[in-house]
Nanobody
Framework: QVQLVESGGGLVQAGGSLRLSCAAS????????MGWYRQAPGKQREFVAS???????NYADSVKGRFTISRDNAKNTVYLQMNGLKPEDTGVYYC????????????WGQGTQVTVSS
């Protein structure tokens, strides 16, 4: 069983920055993809960013140019650098991992709360 543990959330003013971390219990290069999702109150969980084994990244349009996903294979950790935060970025942020044999993300963390005040 794989464990993903997020950290780095908190309360920040609009325009501020946060860096989220996701520590995995096994080597992240063994996963086909690592991603970040978020869920705002009363809304469905939505895709934020992903990074695959060759390092290619993908972002939701709403965060392009403000968020950056990266990974440190030696530390088995994935990061999400969030700059220029907006109140609409508020939500619980989840880390996810997808095995190469899976069609969708099959491991999830418990989430970390991000609150952006106006």
């Amino acid at each position: 069983q794989v464990q993903l543990v997020e950290s780095g959330g908190g309360l920040v003013q609009a325009g501020g920055s946060l860096r989220l971390s996701c520590a995995a219990s096994r080597m992240i290069f063994s996963f086909a993809a690592m991603g970040w999702y978020r869920q705002a109150p009363g809304k469905q969980r939505e895709f934020v960013a992903s990074i695959i084994t060759d390092g290619k990244t993908n972002y939701a349009d709403s965060v392009k140019g403000r968020f950056t996903i990266s990974r440190d294979n030696a530390k088995n950790t994935v990061y999400l650098q969030m700059n220029g935060l907006k109140p609409e970025d508020t939500g619980v942020y989840y880390c996810a991992a997808r095995r190469s044999s899976a069609f969708s993300y099959d491991y999830w963390g418990q989430g970390t709360q991000v609150t952006v005040s106006s």
